[in-house]
């Protein structure tokens, strides 16, 4: 029986990116996957302007088509353009892309186990005791990042029911014959949600997502009818669907030894169902809570629920109250886009993530959580302490925007955080 210091239990985004922040500390991290990588996973693969300035470059080089340009449609609405460079998203494969997350944990240290799910967590006032199909893992803390949904969070009594659950369908097709490959689509014919374009490397993914509707057959309905309206034939795809836990959850998102994140946490937001960067941020959150622990700086984990709601509480809540406004009318939502200017920086502000409520740079205690500082590792029996620096050691790399550090505990002067 070995001990560690950390296990993370999935490879996503908040799993990989946990792994790889703790690894660079000087922390034993071991890696746990429940299937064998590279996984598939149904995902629209977009990375927004903030979620590219939150991973490696090895994920970066993964971006298969930069997408520029966004039509959005409904009915009794004409088609309305939006063009706008700085909300440009860029295209991945979610499969290869987690995967370049997970090599960048690895290449930090963290110990890779694919193919091997775990079992069972069962915390003790010492740390917590992980079962596998293969063996008892003794480790100090668990950051659970295994999807939606998470027995082993249940288990724990932690998570609960997310504040919106979708339900979304998705297929790979060829690219529409009359539409140009830098464009995407997006339709709001879909009552409580939207359907999409979006071209990839040489294809594109074509999907829908609706919080309203539990009816698979029916929303696979509307899928094949938006296909066909694109002059795509449904038949060429196959259909794969998941559900998007929105919001967060209104449970606990922590106890003395464990953390969620990422989908367990659920941590998409609300409209858009966008979940890449806000799991890699709630990944970045866990292990600074982590790393709190280590300094003896907090007592135990439980600090995490606060610090996830207050990073991602404000931006969900937002576009949480806009899905609803939106579905009240979605005609007079689009209307509103097209003729006033205000509507249409606040929906680049969105996706982009300049300015608060959006932005990840108005705390300076997460400002440019792109990455922990590399710091030497003091181990003191069976225990890790990471030493810090300074504040929460974070680097400005790949970061927009200024955040102002003054008098703000545990932050001095101001953090610069241009690119």
Known sequence: MRTIDAVVVGTGPAGATAARLLAEQGARVTLFEA?????????????????????????????????????????????IQLHRPEAAVAMVERARFALALTEAA??????????????????????AWVATGRERVRTDVVVIADG???????????????????????????????LPTD?????????????????KGDHANVGIGSYRER??????????????????????????????????????LASTRVVLAGDTAATADPLFGEGISYAILS????????????DAEIPDLRGHDERLRRALGPALGRLHWVTRAADVSITAALLAVRFSGAIREAAVDAIAGRR????????????????????????????STLRRGGAFDLLPTGCTGTANCRGTAGCAGSMSCAA
Request: proline share 11%; aromatic share 6%; glycine share 10%.
């Open 148 to 178: 939606e949904p998470s027995r082993l969070a249940r288990a724990l009594g932690l998570g609960g029911q997310a504040r919106q659950l979708s339900l979304a369908l998705e297929m790979d097709l060829p690219f529409a014959p009359a």
């Open 106 to 127: 690895a290449t930090a240290g963290a110990e890779l186990r694919d193919a091997e799910p775990v079992l069972e967590v069962v915390e003790d006032p010492l740390g």
């Open 215 to 252: 009816d698979g057959i029916r929303l696979h309905r509307q899928l094949e009818r938006f296909a066909r309206s694109l002059g795509l034939d449904p038949d060429d795809g196959r259909v794969r669907g998941h559900w998007i836990p929105q919001g967060l959850r209104r449970g606990p």
């Open 183 to 199: 464009t995407a689509i997006l339709s709001f014919d879909v009552p409580g949600g939207y359907a999409w374009y979006f071209p």
């Open 283 to 294: 990944g970045a959150v866990a292990a600074q809570t982590v790393k709190l622990w280590a």
């Open 356 to 383: 608060p409520p959006y932005g990840l740079d108005h705390d300076c205690s997460l400002a440019c959580a792109c990455r922990l500082r590399r710091a030497p590792a003091v181990r003191s029996g069976t225990r």
């Open 35 to 79: 299937h064998r990588l590279p996984r598939p996973k149904p995902c629209g693969g977009g990375l927004t302007p903030k979620a590219r300035g939150l991973v490696p470059p090895a994920a970066l080089a993964t971006v298969e088509r930069r997408v520029e340009r966004v039509e959005l449609r409904a009915r009794r609405v004409p088609p």
